[in-house]
């Protein structure tokens, strides 16, 4: 069974481009979750999506930042435009169930914004 | 609010050491914990887990009891290898909601 994957690996952009990540979950995985890693801190959460519906998305830490899920499948992440405090690991994780079920991660995107 | 807090690393350990890496967590309600490993270059893998106190997750040599006494989720190991170096993070979700509070990560380096 194929793992969380997700595209691209690294990404380093400048300040004020645009920069879209993507996000495949474990087939059959209803629930998926956005995180991030800023600066060797705590992995935070950004969102959480089930099938195609933003169910919590309390995380995001701005306008600047859109996720979608069209079609309950693949996910994207879009940064608009990109400041320097964006730059860190995006992580994308997958459950089949919510609640205490374990989250599967994905190897994350690096992002460096100059 | 609900928070991870783990040891400082890094950690550098000879191999065949015994490894202790302490979390502690603050939890609303009854939370689930998880210890998640990073191998370089590689994503973030489940390493064990324990839904309810007292419960010992253990996975690959690595142990972990849930205390609820003491908020604690403590990582061992009696003898750790090269392999083992990686990145490790505690980790906590309470159920009721659906995210993981992370703590920062405890990077450990074994040496031959």
């Known amino acids: 069974e194929a793992g969380v994957t997700q595209f691209p690996s690294h990404s380093v952009i400048e300040k004020g481009q645009t920069v879209t990540l993507r996000c495949d979950p474990i087939s059959g995985h209803d629930n998926l979750y956005w995180y991030r890693r800023v600066m060797g801190k705590e992995i935070k959460f950004l969102l959480h999506f089930v099938k195609e519906s933003k169910q919590d998305e309390s995380g995001m830490p701005n306008n600047r930042f859109l996720a979608e899920r069209t079609g309950g499948t693949y996910s994207t992440l879009k940064v608009q435009p990109a400041e320097l405090e964006d730059s860190g690991v995006y992580f994308c994780?997958?459950?089949?169930?919510?609640?205490?079920?374990?989250?599967?991660f994905g190897p994350g995107t690096r992002l460096l914004v100059l | 609010g609900n928070s991870v807090t783990q040891m400082e690393g890094p950690v550098t350990l000879s191999e065949e050491a015994f490894l202790t890496i302490n979390c502690t967590y603050t939890a609303t309600g009854y939370p689930s914990l998880f210890w998640y490993v990073q191998y370089p270059g590689e994503g973030l893998q489940l390493l064990l887990k324990?839904?309810?106190?007292?419960d010992k997750g253990s996975n690959k040599g690595f142990e972990a009891t849930y205390r609820k006494e003491t908020t604690s989720f403590h990582l061992e190991k009696g003898s750790v290898q090269v392999s083992d170096s990686a990145v490790y993070f505690c980790?906590?979700?309470?159920?009721?909601?659906?995210?993981?509070?992370f703590g920062t990560g405890t990077s450990l380096t074994v040496i031959p």
């Open positions: 980790a906590l979700t309470r159920g009721t909601g659906n995210q993981f509070y």
């Open positions: 994780a997958s459950s089949q169930r919510v609640g205490r079920e374990t989250q599967y």
């Open positions: 324990a839904t309810k106190a007292d």
